[in-house]
């Protein structure tokens, strides 16, 4: 096993046996430390909630809500068009305008100069960042295929436990019918299927796979995919 394998089965872990938003702070702090990043940052844009979870200074932290900042962040403008992980610093990003230089002059006041971010759109105009962040000393400068995968899928990860755990948008999805492909999945993952595995197994992406279980967890108003599952048997939705 790998020392990436290793980092990113203890994240998962750590996610699977978060139930708060302590625990799901602790997980993706532990992410970042391992993959020597200095923070990390979630913001889930789930009209009309803004939800923050970083490991950023407090005060940072503080302002950036204070000021309403995500109107302004240009790694979350840049993200806001993307479907894929990118790496991001003073140099790459476009300061189109004074308020975003005085932004990024804010931030470096606490030593947040470069970091590599996972867009995560969803559908009713729902959308979520996940970013891992370091200073200027940050090793950024051509990450290996397999960190930018395991960074994208830990993103993926930590936005379906935060989605589901947190209940953001449960009113919209609790209590509706289970699709065919989220009975699949969640089919493949009472048998011990990784979500890789069953994105392969179904012929899907990994993110499809995600997604599916993170509606079905919330359909369910279950806490883990575990539960779901559990759930799902019990009404007799899947196989057990």
Known sequence: ?????????????????????????????????????????????????????????????????????????????????????????????????????????????????????????????RFAAFTLAGGMDAGLDGLPAEMIDLVQLAGLYYHAHVYAKLQLGMARLAGAPLTQRERQCLFWAARGKKMPETAKILGITTRTVVFHLENARSKLSAATVTQAVAEAAHRGLILS
């Not at 979870?53 to 503080?62: K, N």
């Not at 240009?74 to 189109?96: C, E, H």
Request: aromatic share 16%; no cysteine.
């Open 1 to 125: 096993m790998t020392l990436l394998d290793a980092a990113f089965g203890d994240f998962v872990d750590t996610l699977e046996t978060a139930y708060d938003e302590v625990g799901l702070k602790r997980a993706a702090d532990r992410l970042a430390a391992h993959l020597n990043f200095r923070w990390f940052a979630y913001l889930g844009f789930s009209e009309p909630v803004l939800k923050v979870l970083s490991s950023y200074p407090s005060s940072w932290a503080r302002e950036y809500i204070e000021q309403h900042y995500e109107e302004i962040d240009p790694v979350i403008g840049f993200a806001r068009s993307s479907k894929r992980l990118f790496q991001w610093d003073r140099r790459t990003l476009r300061l189109s305008s004074a308020s975003q230089q005085r932004f990024f002059a804010e931030a470096g006041k606490f030593g947040i100069y470069r970091g590599v971010t996972v867009p995560i759109l969803g559908g009713f105009r």
